[in-house]
């Protein structure tokens, strides 16, 4: 396979750990994983530069949407294709790669005249961000044993929920400053994007094949793990296991639906409460804002939770059932007036409901995946991310028609039977619901698997 390796990739293979990151280089890992995908996930962050954007380039609002719909799919598409070469070639080629990419897009949107050229640049961000998700989402698992992955899968969302932060928060301070010029976003982003770049090139580092290849189920197994990786023959299996798993589309299909709510508070959320219950915009932005910090805490929180009862199924569902009931009600409020205290707090439980269900979900994935084969933790984030990124696009397409024949609540209900769905589509994952988990691949038989 040497032979094969692409001279780039093999200058970051002989940078690859040999032993399992434990103690202070776990935590400083994790870190740059975070960084990495919070630059990468900058792509999808305009929106406080879209009123001021989308009259330069003489594009109606709906144009825009249509753009940023098209160039989520690709993300999608490029996940999916991405994948299988990112278990091969390792994940830090491509996130290297695409944090330095994204940092030069940011520059290149200052060029941006016409809906064409932003169009390009778009096109651009979108690849980045469709290699980046299954990259950054294997090394997450490279770098937690089982037990602790909901708690570092929890730490990763910092990175696209970060950059909706970052972008927000520098174009308040910003703007101003260089008097509503929108150009100055992207001067300002693009040097943070090329710092953060040059530092996850000097530092990132990979497992060695053989040690992505191993099972971690705990701390107490990092040592035969660092043994059995140098001991092991890794041969890479077919990516045909995930994507032919109906297991895996099944949880992949199921949490997106579970997330039509999320999607709806990421791209519309201030819009709905002005519009729905009439808050001047700036109160409404700030009570939007509190979803996101509640969101976080809850997925840090549970996450710690799930980790320490070895339990994913039933965190997950009872974000499931806490939902459906919050949503019931809430869609009973559009129409009635609620104090913006009130309103805080009920947005903030959003979060928190939201938090609950889809943290321990992303360990559940993971550990499905491992199960199928250890080679193909990032072919199958692929196929998660592929789901993600096109009901994403079509839930942001649709969104404001369906509204506009039948309203919030309407729109509302079908984010309802979304979550429902998920509930269901969750029996598909294999795990324990009250029991902690029995392994389910033994070291003995982990070696053999690898091995075989």
Aim: hydrophobic fraction near 55%; include cysteine; proline fraction near 5%.
């Amino acid at each position: 396979m040497a032979t094969s390796v692409p001279p780039v990739v093999r200058w970051f293979q002989r940078r690859d750990l040999t032993y399992y990151p434990r103690g202070w280089l776990q935590v400083w890992l994790m870190l740059l994983v975070v960084v990495a995908n919070l630059v990468a996930s900058y792509e999808g962050e305009l929106a406080p530069v879209v009123p001021l954007l989308v009259p330069y380039l003489k594009i109606t609002l709906t144009q825009y949407g249509y753009i940023v719909a098209g160039t989520t799919v690709v993300s999608g598409l490029v996940a999916l294709v991405s994948g299988p070469w990112i278990d091969r070639y390792g994940r830090t080629t491509f996130v290297v790669g695409g944090t330095f990419l994204t940092a030069i897009a940011v520059f290149a949107m200052t060029l941006v005249h016409t809906a064409t050229s932003f169009v390009i640049v778009r096109l651009i961000m979108a690849t980045v961000l469709g290699v980046a998700y299954p990259a950054t989402t294997g090394l997450v698992r490279d770098f937690t044993p089982r037990v602790g992955r909901a708690l570092g899968f929890g730490l990763w969302t910092f990175g696209p929920v970060g950059a909706n932060f970052l972008a927000a928060w520098v174009a308040g301070w910003t703007l101003p400053l260089f008097h509503d010029a929108w150009q100055s976003q992207f001067v300002i982003m693009g040097v943070f994007c090329l710092v953060v770049s040059g530092l996850v090139a000097l530092f990132i580092r990979d497992l060695s094949p053989g040690l992505r290849a191993q099972i971690v189920h705990d701390r107490r197994e990092v040592a035969l793990a660092d043994r059995r990786a140098r001991e092991a023959r890794v041969e890479m299996a077919h990516p045909r296991l995930v994507h032919g798993s109906w297991r895996v589309w099944a949880l992949a299909v199921g949490i997106n639906l579970f997330l039509l709510v999320y999607f709806f508070t990421t791209a519309f959320g201030p819009v709905y409460l002005v519009e729905a219950f009439r808050y001047p915009p700036a109160e409404a932005a700030a009570v939007a804002s509190t979803f996101w910090l509640a969101n976080l805490g809850a997925l840090i929180l549970v996450g710690a939770l799930s980790d320490w009862a070895r339990l994913r199924k039933i965190f997950s569902m009872a974000g499931v059932v806490g939902l459906l009931i919050f949503m019931y009600y809430w869609i009973h409020l559009l129409g009635h007036p609620v104090p913006v205290p009130t309103m805080v707090l009920y947005t903030s439980l959003q979060g928190v409901l939201l938090g609950i269900g889809y943290g321990p979900w992303m360990a559940l994935y993971s550990e499905n995946l491992e199960d199928i084969h250890p080679t193909l933790v990032a072919t199958g984030w692929a196929v998660s991310g592929l789901v993600a990124f096109v009901v994403a696009s079509i839930a942001d397409a649709v969104t404001f028609p369906v509204v506009a024949r039948i309203g919030f609540a309407g729109w509302l209900e079908i984010c309802w039977a979304g979550v429902a769905a998920y509930g269901l589509l969750l029996f598909a994952g294999r795990g324990p619901w009250f029991v902690r988990a029995r392994r389910s691949l033994t070291p003995d038989a982990a070696e053999q698997h690898v091995g075989s």
